[in-house]
Structures are given as structure tokens and as C-alpha cells.
């Protein structure tokens, strides 16, 4: 079955640090999202891309994070400098032309010391 | 702005027994509708989803849900659980003129089950 990878699986650094998350989107998909879910807030859209240009990032805090698809095969999402409030699971989405459904990654575990 | 409501927290369901998951949405117009379960440690997998047509959907796993306009639900229900169906549960919606949208999630629904 096609999958959506998500590096790293785990991520703990210290406040202050850059994270970069990477996901793999399924071959031939066009639209990639980016989640994170948090005990408090579960799961909110961050941002999203379709053919590689960015069409929402207004879930994003925009002074430090940053999302980008350097090519169709590779989305990143940046954290700069990270906090502590910042940790929780970020997961990658993506789905075919048409838009849904969307298939997600296992997602990547952030925790901010 | 569009909602979704997952009235239950938690749920405890004896094994082999029935089980309704309740999901209400906000929308102003038709929207698509899915249910994914999500495994400890796990990412969401794709249960069901209504686009259009019947309003009783099947899934995978033995999952099904029907979809009522009049009431903004989208329930999900399964005839007989097992263990293995412990997880959690979130309902999800997007507008389908958006195709392409993000979703929006309800809180989730922890199903626990009893032996």
C-alpha cells in the first residue's frame, strides 16, 4: 500500500532549537497538509499546498514556523526557534486531484525541553 | 465557520456488543464527511467517508455511517466490537466546493473495550 512517510518519528531538542520535519507525500498526489494535534486543541490544519504552491498557512504561527515543497516528493515544515509550547505530534497529509480523501503519515512525536 | 461535535469522550463497549459513535457538524452547505481511527502512537487511517448518494456508507473494519441532513449527524456504528477496535475516533468535515480543504476535526472519542 502507497503511504505517506513522515522523518523523524520522534524529535526532542531544547527551546530555542530549529526543527525540521519532512514528509513524503503518496506518489501522484497533489495536495499535501500539515496538522498538529495537541491534548488541548487536537487536531488543527496548519497549512497546506497544492502542486507545490502553498494555497492556506493561516493555521501557522507565521513568526517562527515556515512550510515549504522544495520539489512534488518532499514537503518540510520548520519550527524557528522552537518553544516549549510548540511540542505535539505534527502530521503530514496528502490526497489525490479532487482533494479528498486525505491519507495521513504516522506523524512526527516534537517535544520542546 | 464550520464545527464538528463529538459529544462522547470516552466510550466502554463489552466486546461482541454494539457500538454508535455520535458526530454532529456545522455547515452551511453540503459537506463531506469522514470517520478515521487513530491507534496509539499511530496516524489516522480512513474508516468511511460520504461525498454524495446513499446516506448509509460501509467502511472498512465492518464500520458503517449514516449520514442525516436533518439532524447534521454522521454516526458511526459498528454490529458486534472487538478488542482490536479500541482506539480513537474522530469524525471530520470539509466543504465539498472546497474540495481540496483542510479538514475539520471533532475532539475524538476514546473507545475502550471491555473482555
Known amino acids: 500500500d502507497a503511504r505517506v512517510t513522515q522523518t523523524p518519528r520522534d524529535k526532542v531538542t531544547e527551546m530555542g532549537q530549529e526543527v525540521t520535519m519532512r514528509c513524503q507525500p503518496i506518489l501522484g498526489h497533489n495536495t499535501v497538509f500539515w496538522y498538529r494535534q495537541t491534548m488541548m486543541q487536537g487536531l488543527e490544519l496548519l497549512a497546506y499546498f497544492r502542486n507545490r504552491a502553498p494555497l492556506d498557512d493561516s493555521g501557522m504561527p507565521k513568526d517562527r514556523f515556515s512550510a515549504e515543497m522544495p520539489d512534488a516528493t518532499l514537503a518540510t515544515l520548520k519550527i524557528q526557534p522552537s518553544e516549549p509550547r510548540d511540542s505535539a505530534v505534527y502530521f503530514c497529509?496528502?490526497?489525490?486531484?479532487?482533494?479528498?480523501?486525505?491519507?495521513f503519515g504516522d506523524g512526527t512525536r516534537l517535544s520542546i525541553l | 465557520a464550520q464545527s464538528v461535535t463529538q459529544p462522547d469522550i470516552h466510550i466502554t463497549v463489552s466486546e461482541g456488543a454494539s457500538l454508535e459513535l455520535r458526530c454532529n457538524y456545522s455547515y452551511g452547505a453540503t459537506p463531506y464527511l469522514f470517520w478515521y481511527v487513530q491507534s496509539p502512537g499511530q496516524g489516522l487511517q480512513l474508516l468511511l467517508k460520504y461525498f454524495s448518494g446513499d446516506t448509509l456508507v460501509q467502511g472498512i473494519k465492518g464500520f458503517e455511517a449514516e449520514f442525516k441532513r436533518s439532524q447534521s449527524s454522521f454516526n458511526l456504528r459498528k454490529p458486534s466490537v472487538h478488542w482490536s477496535d479500541a482506539a480513537e475516533y474522530f469524525c471530520a468535515v470539509v466543504g465539498s466546493g472546497g474540495g481540496a480543504d483542510g479538514l475539520t476535526f471533532g475532539k475524538g472519542t476514546h473507545l475502550i473495550i471491555q473482555p
Open positions: 497529509a496528502s490526497s489525490p486531484t479532487g482533494g479528498q480523501p486525505q491519507h
